[in-house]
């Protein structure tokens, strides 16, 4: 990885590009730390953080980078994009004249439909705004004297204007960053955003580590085995990432002119976790969303095997971390997202036509539907392999969590390193794919 990151350093163009991405992403971070929303207690939002013990907190802290903590202008950060992609490409299953604009348009449709999905990150951004200004005036903490501390004092319709203004701004802002960076930059743009959000909590949990072991709530001998046992997961989510189930491909021989073309032997690379990150993202969006909402409404639910206060108390607690139903829901969508995606991406019967138009075939399997429906098979399988994957790691920290008090705030862990390990190498890959068009050895060197 370092000497993929020299080489492109040494090639000017690329050098461009690398310094264009940091810009953005120290534009993201000023925009995430130093540009407060005005009429919010961005001081009180923050104690009302480090005091809680909240999944839903956890979970904005985990997208925002800590944005939602300090009540800056990127306090949305990228939820609401990907809340819109989400929308979108269900829509374009679901809708044939949407999923005709896609495939038939080429290039073109594909840019109506990345419209389509700025169109609906705005206005979700607004109504997420609109959620995020009722929690805001609910919040409240008493301090060292006794006195109520409130968010928003006095609020008012200009007040409600601006601030909801302010949010959809943010997220609308933060969206067309990331595109620039896809556009003139180094890897996906918004993966990066998200990427560098979760990277710069790091010396905050190196910090409160410290702390719990300092104080004697958390053993040093634990702390090490974790430590070792995040290492290993790390390993293993490489591993699994570069894995990939090659189908042998044959060409038969065709005289064009004067020259024999093909009569070679290939194969179809099929990714064991073709799907990457996206799906443990997507779950996490949706899993969480009863826990937002209930807090949305200025409650916040007991937890898991606590005294509930009544039928929504409770039925929020069974849905939120570390419930067994919150475990068990999270991994059946990690593995629904999974299969959504690698369907989407890699479409059997396209693959076995255009292998069919290029003379091609796969040994032991006829031409058409029978070569459609074999390599659906291996990417039904190696597709499993790779969603039970994603669940495993993601849901492990919070098993983890329910053993041990003191490593509760690592329960969304797993998402965190399947994120940054997978934007890690997303972005090495593109580096790499830029260095190969721009030298490339020749027959002749």
């Not at 993201?28 to 953080?49: L, S």
């Not at 206005?123 to 301090?143: C, E, K, P, R, T």
Request: proline share 4%; charged share 15%; aromatic share 12%.
């Amino acid at each position: 990885m370092f000497e993929t990151i020299k080489n492109a350093w040494s090639i000017k163009e690329l050098r461009k590009k690398i310094l264009f991405t940091l810009l953005i992403i120290l534009i993201v971070r000023i925009g995430m730390q130093a540009i407060t929303v005005p009429y919010v207690n961005a001081e009180a939002v923050g104690k009302i953080f480090d005091s809680a013990n909240n999944q839903f907190f956890g979970y904005l802290s985990l997208m925002s980078g800590g944005a939602f903590q300090s009540m800056t202008l990127f306090a949305m950060s990228i939820t609401p994009y990907i809340n819109a992609s989400i929308i979108v490409q269900l829509l374009t299953i679901a809708i044939p004249a949407l999923e005709r604009m896609v495939k038939e348009g080429g290039e073109e449709g594909r840019k109506k439909q990345a419209a389509i999905t700025r169109y609906a990150t705005v206005v979700i951004g607004l109504l997420q705004g609109l959620a995020y200004y009722i929690a805001i005036q609910n919040m409240s903490f008493n301090d060292e004297t006794g006195k109520l501390i409130k968010v928003l004092e006095e609020p008012n319709v200009w007040k409600a204007f601006v601030i909801i203004g302010a949010f959809a701004a943010g997220s609308a802002l933060i969206m067309w960053l990331g595109e620039q960076i896809t556009t003139y930059g180094v890897g996906n743009g918004i993966s990066i955003i998200l990427f560098v959000g979760i990277i710069s909590r790091i010396p905050s949990v190196v910090v409160n580590l410290y702390a719990n072991v300092k104080a004697g709530t958390l053993n040093i001998f634990v702390l090490a085995a974790v430590l070792v046992a995040f290492l290993a997961v790390i390993i293993f989510i490489v591993f699994v990432s570069e894995a990939e189930r090659r189908l042998p491909t044959q060409y038969a021989k065709r005289v064009v002119g004067r020259k024999i073309y093909g009569g070679q032997n290939s194969y179809i690379p099929l990714k064991v976790n073709m799907t990457g990150v996206m799906p443990v993202i997507f779950a996490s969006s949706i899993v969480s969303l009863p826990t937002i909402i209930y807090s949305f409404m200025g409650r916040s639910p007991t937890g898991f095997g606590g005294n509930y206060t009544g039928f929504g108390d409770a039925l929020v607690s069974w849905l939120s971390s570390p419930s067994p139903v919150y475990i068990v829901l999270y991994f059946i969508l990690i593995i629904g997202f999974s299969f959504f995606y690698a369907y989407t991406q890699f479409n059997p019967v396209e693959v076995a036509n255009n292998l069919k138009n290029q003379g091609g075939s796969i040994p032991g399997y006829r031409p058409g539907k029978p070569t459609a429906d074999f390599i659906s098979k291996v990417l039904k399988r190696v597709t499993i392999i790779g969603a039970g994957f994603l669940g495993f790691i993601a849901v492990l920290p919070i098993l983890v969590s329910i053993f041990s008090s003191s490593l509760r705030g690592i329960a969304l862990g797993g998402t965190t390193v399947l994120i940054v390990v997978g934007v890690a190498l997303d972005t090495v890959r593109s580096l790499e794919a830029q260095l190969v068009m721009r030298y490339h050895k020749g027959f002749l060197d």
